[in-house]
């Protein structure tokens, strides 16, 4: 009976032995499981989450503000000028620019006296054929016997001719450009002559009772002009007119430069009168007077500079 017993705990302590093993073998596929999982879920996460952090990133991320780039950049005209204080735009600066010195040079011109016929600038010659009459109620019997000096002298010297009781000599202080048959006639006639005037005159003084000047003593220096003033005064008996022009008027074009040497010098009427102290030259004030009255009948103002002077004796 003990023998039986015996094999009885044996068999028994046998199972809760492999009982045992099992439940420990269950414990380790239990964790390995659970190990498994929490390294899938691990890996999940390390997917997921960037994932999220993207889309994050680029809901809560600001819209670019293209209209403050494009005004950065510059590429819409004035829009910087506009935006930024500190740096404005080039181009309306250089308009600012340009309006400024437009408005100065019309104000010194107008300011200056300047008067422009046409494109081609104010020709006092032009302006004497205008003044031929009034001169000739102004001097009278004086117009007689006149010289005229300066460019395009042919058409002053026909015009004069015209005149009743007058007769009429001309200097031409630069070559003639293609003359017409006319000056032609005048020049072979020795009415005309082309002279330098720098030089002395080919007259006798007191050859003529009027001397004329016009569009000459711009074009002179200062050192020929103390030689060459003296000596139209010096051929005159009556008296000599200066015409001259205004300061800030457009004389010669390019292209006659060649001609006349050098470009006007415009002259004030105070920068004459100085000059005609110092050359002995007497202002003729019964001329002016009589000049003034019969332009202000006609209601005429004169482009250019009109000067009456004393004859030289």
Same mark, same amino acid.
């Given at each position: 009976?003990?023998?039986?017993?015996?094999?009885?705990?044996?068999?028994?302590?046998?199972?809760?032995?492999?009982?045992?093993?099992?439940?420990?073998?269950?414990?380790?596929?239990?964790?390995?499981?659970?190990?498994?999982?929490?390294?899938?879920?691990?890996?999940?996460?390390?997917?997921?989450?960037?994932?999220?952090?993207?889309?994050?990133?680029?809901?809560?991320?600001?819209?670019?503000?293209?209209?403050?780039?494009?005004?950065?950049?510059?590429?819409?005209?004035?829009?910087?000028?506009?935006?930024?204080?500190?740096?404005?735009?080039?181009?309306?600066?250089?308009?600012?620019?340009?309006?400024?010195?437009?408005?100065?040079?019309?104000?010194?011109?107008?300011?200056?006296?300047?008067?422009?016929?046409?494109?081609?600038?104010?020709?006092?010659?032009?302006?004497?054929?205008?003044?031929?009459?009034?001169?000739?109620?102004?001097?009278?019997?004086?117009?007689?016997?006149?010289?005229?000096?300066?460019?395009?002298?042919?058409?002053?010297?026909?015009?004069?001719?015209?005149?009743?009781?007058?007769?009429?000599?001309?200097?031409?202080?630069?070559?003639?450009?293609?003359?017409?048959?006319?000056?032609?006639?005048?020049?072979?006639?020795?009415?005309?002559?082309?002279?330098?005037? =720098? !030089?002395?005159? /080919?007259?006798?003084?007191? $050859?003529? &009772?009027?001397? @004329?000047?016009?569009?000459?003593?711009?074009? *002179?220096?200062?050192?020929?002009?103390?030689?060459?003033?003296?000596?139209?005064?010096?051929?005159?008996?009556?008296?000599?007119?200066?015409?001259?022009?205004?300061?800030?008027?457009?004389?010669?074009?390019?292209?006659?430069?060649? =001609? !006349?040497?050098? /470009?006007?010098?415009?002259? $004030?009427? &105070?920068?004459? @009168?100085?000059?005609?102290?110092?050359?002995? *030259?007497?202002?003729?004030?019964?001329?002016?007077?009589?000049?003034?009255?019969?332009?202000?009948?006609?209601?005429?103002?004169?482009?250019?500079?009109?000067?009456?002077?004393?004859?030289?004796?």
């Amino acid at each position: 009976m003990e023998k039986p017993t015996k094999t009885t705990v044996m068999g028994g302590e046998k199972n809760n032995v492999m009982g045992g093993e099992k439940m420990r073998q269950e414990e380790r596929v239990s964790k390995n499981t659970s190990r498994s999982r929490s390294t899938s879920t691990s890996r999940a996460s390390l997917f997921r989450f960037p994932v999220l952090g993207a889309f994050n990133c680029k809901t809560m991320s600001r819209r670019p503000n293209t209209g403050r780039r494009l005004a950065d950049s510059g590429s819409i005209p004035f829009v910087g000028a506009l935006h930024s204080k500190s740096h404005p735009s080039p181009l309306l600066s250089i308009g600012l620019v340009v309006v400024g010195a437009l408005l100065i040079v019309g104000y010194v011109y107008h300011g200056s006296g300047g008067r422009s016929g046409d494109i081609g600038g104010v020709s006092c010659t032009l302006e004497l054929q205008k003044l031929i009459p009034i001169l000739k109620k102004a001097y009278g019997d004086s117009t007689r016997k006149v010289l005229h000096v300066g460019p395009e002298t042919c058409s002053v010297v026909s015009q004069l001719l015209k005149e009743e009781d007058t007769e009429a000599w001309g200097v031409e202080p630069y070559e003639l450009d293609d003359p017409d048959s006319n000056c032609k006639s005048l020049v072979r006639k020795g009415i005309v002559r082309v002279a330098d005037i =720098k !030089f002395p005159l /080919p007259y006798r003084p007191k $050859s003529f &009772s009027l001397v @004329i000047v016009s569009d000459a003593l711009d074009y *002179l220096s200062p050192k020929y002009l103390n030689k060459t003033v003296p000596e139209l005064a010096r051929v005159s008996a009556d008296g000599l007119v200066i015409l001259s022009g205004y300061p800030g008027q457009q004389r010669a074009k390019v292209s006659e430069l060649s =001609k !006349f040497g050098r /470009p006007a010098k415009l002259r $004030s009427s &105070s920068w004459w @009168i100085r000059f005609f102290i110092q050359t002995s *030259l007497e202002e003729n004030e019964s001329a002016v007077k009589k000049f003034e009255q019969a332009a202000a009948k006609k209601s005429y103002k004169s482009a250019c500079q009109v000067f009456h002077l004393k004859p030289l004796h």
